[in-house]
């Protein structure tokens, strides 16, 4: 079932060093996949291994689970299963939360150079076109699942069987004798993709018997036409995007509004994110266009945009869970490894040396403490500027993000604030002469 090309491009993979995994459910798609990489990597001598993710959603998966692990061994296949904890939210479904637990045990459980095997068919294809038509999804969303992308830097998802329907699948499995399981939530049409395949999609064929193959026709011409938006929106992110990823939103603004909003969906799939809705392209809109000093925000489904100094910010939700915590002030010791989490959530460490813009040493009769949040009113005197400013205006002046502002770090000896880590010294606690003592100061570094 795998055509010439493909068999050529299994020995590519071979050659770069790429070891091959299966992802195997034990249902006839991946046990036909999973005899195929077999029969052709015996012929390479490439070592295969099957995963099976065990979500725990049916009464049965612990049985389909050794049935996977007899399967595997009786053909020469290496074996592992990967149980995972799905928590199922208000905003996505549970097929959405199985899948993507799924890919990320994959990608847990491979070697870090590793093709992996899915097995997923014109069926399917056709499956997902319809659900992504139905939802109005754009030229990217249609052109549906791709035999090839990138899953990490090192790891490749590899959709062989695109080409061949599910009929033909199941006519391979019967003529080699091979045994699958049939997992009961395949009959249950509250599903969207079981009702379209118990329902809708037999009156397509039986109407349009090659209505399959024309669907993946219609997706891979989407496919070919999302590589030349995504090739102009690569040009144009030279200019559009920084890099610390940010949107600059006046060379967003100079683009025509089709480039925008091609510009914003490559800017959000190139950091990971799911697509966003018409609606939230709206609001996205609404956020390039507002005013220089409005902190506006876009909700999407795990993450934000926000905006500040004419950019656009992607912040995830480990970044959101940062912001939300309020730090506590804490008294200290200097000691020569003191570990600390920057505004930024970087991990900062002060270290003592001899060299270079040091903070003095606390005297036995100065309290260190490590104080946020506080009044913007009180005012320092940074090493860069020769008049004091408020914490306020020095915060404006250094273009800290609003949301990071209550995380940043000061250090203070007794009541005087005598450093902003990562950002500045004091000048009255500032040492920049060099000298061979041990006890001359401290400064700070990102690891």
């Known amino acids: 079932m795998f055509i010439p090309e493909q068999i050529i491009e299994l020995d590519k993979y071979h050659q770069q060093g790429y070891q091959f995994v299966v992802a195997f459910s034990g249902g006839v798609d991946s046990t036909v996949l999973l005899y195929l990489v077999q029969q052709h990597s015996q012929a390479l001598n490439i070592p295969v291994t099957a995963i099976y993710v065990n979500h725990g959603l049916s009464a049965n998966a612990d049985n389909w689970q050794q049935h996977c692990q007899q399967v595997a061994e009786q053909i020469g296949v290496q074996f592992k299963a990967v149980k995972v904890n799905i928590q199922q939210t208000n905003r996505q479904s549970i097929e959405q939360l199985a899948r993507e637990a799924r890919y990320q045990a994959l990608i847990q459980h491979s070697a870090d150079k590793s093709v992996i095997f899915a097995g997923q068919h014109q069926d399917d294809q056709t499956e997902t076109f319809l659900l ?56 249950n049409q509250v599903f969207e993709r079981n009702f379209l395949r118990k329902q809708i999609i037999p009156q397509l064929s039986e ?23 995504d090739e102009l929106a690569f040009i144009d992110a030279k200019a559009a995007i920084d890099p610390n990823n940010r949107l600059l939103v006046e060379a967003c603004l100079s683009l025509s509004q089709q480039r925008q909003n091609n510009l914003i969906r490559y800017w959000l799939q190139s950091q990971r994110v799911l697509l966003p809705s018409s609606k939230q392209m709206q ?20 993450s934000q945009i926000r905006r500040f ?44 040396v001899k060299q270079g813009r040091r903070i003095r040493l606390a005297t036995e009769q100065e309290q260190v403490s490590i104080r946020y949040n506080i009044k913007s009113s009180t005012k320092c005197l940074p090493d860069y500027r020769h008049q004091s400013r408020t914490i306020k205006k020095i915060l404006q002046e250094l273009s800290i993000e609003p949301w990071f502002r209550h995380k940043v770090a000061y250090l203070y000896y007794n009541d005087s604030c005598v450093a902003a880590l990562g950002y500045w010294i004091d000048k009255n606690y500032l040492i920049e002469d060099s000298s061979d003592k041990p006890q001359i100061g401290w400064t700070w570094v990102y690891d």
Request: proline letters at 5%; one cysteine or more.
């Open 207 to 229: 109407k349009w018997p090659q209505f399959s193959a024309m669907v993946s026709r219609s997706a891979q011409l989407c496919s070919e036409y999302q590589l030349l938006a």
């Open 309 to 352: 100094n004419k950019k656009l910010y992607l912040l995830k939700q480990a970044e959101l869970d940062w912001i939300a915590q309020t730090p506590s002030d804490i008294l200290v010791e200097l000691k020569p490894q003191l570990r600390l989490l920057a505004a930024d959530a970087k991990s900062l460490t002060i270290k003592q």
């Open 283 to 302: 609001q996205i809109e609404q956020v390039l266009l507002a005013k220089d000093d409005a902190q506006p925000i876009v909700q999407l489904a795990c």
């Open 132 to 187: 992504r038509l139905k939802r109005g999804s754009g030229p990217n969303g249609l052109a549906c699942m791709r035999p090839l992308r990138n899953l990490t830097e090192n790891r490749l998802l590899y959709r062989p069987l695109l080409h061949v329907t599910r009929a033909e699948i199941e006519s391979f499995a019967n003529q080699h004798s091979l045994r699958w399981i049939e997992d009961e939530s395949n009959q």
